[in-house]
């Protein structure tokens, strides 16, 4: 993916088919830098130890073999796997705090085994020990660090049983529009099965206020979007069991800076016939989207808009954080081919035509009502199209220094 810096513009116009931005980095932990990139904590009852975690010697509590492996080392050998208070052994990733990151680490369980109870040796060599956890959000609190049972403190992520999953902690239900603290959800993922000791692969999400959690590729509360808002500030990035015998591995954390949270939607269906103004707000159920490589798509349904034409059905995104004057901007963009479509209830084939919908702007003014203004009004902006083989349209304000004029409303 090539990388290009977003200078941007004096309230930028920025209606693209595909973005591609700077990752702000990737924190991808060796085997031979795991271990001393995080710190060790312990609670043995959450309840009992007002939701923080002491420092604990990680010599004591976790192990690191030579090919990277990290094991919690915690002599418990049984608390049920959908239990987040009792035994929380963690490992804080000690360097960096993260808002919005992704975290995937591989992570195996163990049957319980052989064990002793009342000086008597019970065999048990079938019932799986769940521990392994993730989180996120977590505090420092002087020495200790902050658990899942508090106001905005951190929030938790356990899988359990064959395809069951906990969410424990501070996070926004976005369809019932509540905000949750000390809550516990659960939840099942289908096409999941962890009761096993095989290796599975836990990815966790934060981005663009939205928290999504898969296991082994199948997402959890996938029709319930679960999120953030202004409430979260970020925190630390934990691992951690509270089954001893839980194993990790190949972890990598990736901060993932939002460039889509950075801009405001606008819209307007007939630029001239409005009045030059666009409205705030996407297009009703057709707005943006970012995926986890920064690429935005512009979601608009409609599929045919002439390449030269700047007024119908502009979809546009408002950098919001800065205004600027004298400036750079470098973006990539793709269009995309009209593809089959259908027209007075007949299926069209159309798989060669170009759709150009690309453009970008600067010096767009935001009104007192939120909308902004278009390029068809006095010193209201410019905005840039290219379309075809090798055309561009400029349209706007702007002064053709040849002949010394200022243009207006001018194509």
Known sequence: MKRHLISLILTVVLVVGGVNVIPAGTKDVSAAMQLNDFESYYSRDLGQTENLLGTVSKEEKWNIDENGVITDMNSTWWNPGDNLWPDMSVLKYNISQYKDFTLTVDFKNHIRGDYEE?????????????????????????????????????????????????????????????????????????????????????????????????????QAWSTQPLGYSDW????????????????????????????????????????????????????????????????????????????????????????????????????????????????????KKDNWEVRYGAMIGFGTKVNADGSINGWNGEDTGVWMKPYMGNVIKLAGTFKDIKSGKKQRKSI
């Open 232 to 347: 979260y500030e970020g925190g630390y990035i934990v691992i951690g069991s509270n089954n001893g015998g839980t194993q990790f591995r190949n972890i990598e954390i990736k901060e993932c800076k939002s460039v889509l949270a950075d801009f405001e939607p606008y819209y307007n269906v007939d630029l001239v016939k409005k009045g030059n103004i666009i409205s705030q707000g996407a297009k009703n159920g057709h707005g943006w989207s970012e995926n986890e490589d920064g690429i935005i798509t512009d979601g608009n349904d409609v599929w045919w808009v002439g390449g030269a034409d700047l007024s119908p059905e502009l979809s546009v995104l408002r950098y919001k954080l800065k205004e600027y004057k004298d400036f750079s901007f470098s973006v990539e963009f793709k269009n995309n081919i009209r593809g089959d479509y259908e027209e007075d209830g007949v299926t």
């Open 118 to 218: 009342d000086g008597v040796t019970k065999k048990d060599n079938w019932e799986m020990r769940y521990g392994a956890f993730v989180g996120f959000g977590i505090k420092n609190n002087g020495g200790d660090i902050t658990g899942w049972n508090g106001d905005n403190t951190g929030t938790i992520i356990k899988p359990y049983g064959t395809n069951s999953i906990k969410l424990a902690g501070s996070f926004d239900d976005i369809n019932s529009g509540t905000h949750q603290s000390a809550t516990q959800y659960d939840t099942t993922i289908d096409g999941v099965d962890i009761a096993n000791e095989n290796w599975h692969t836990m990815k966790l999400e934060v981005k663009a206020g939205i928290i999504k959690i898969l296991v082994d590729g199948k």
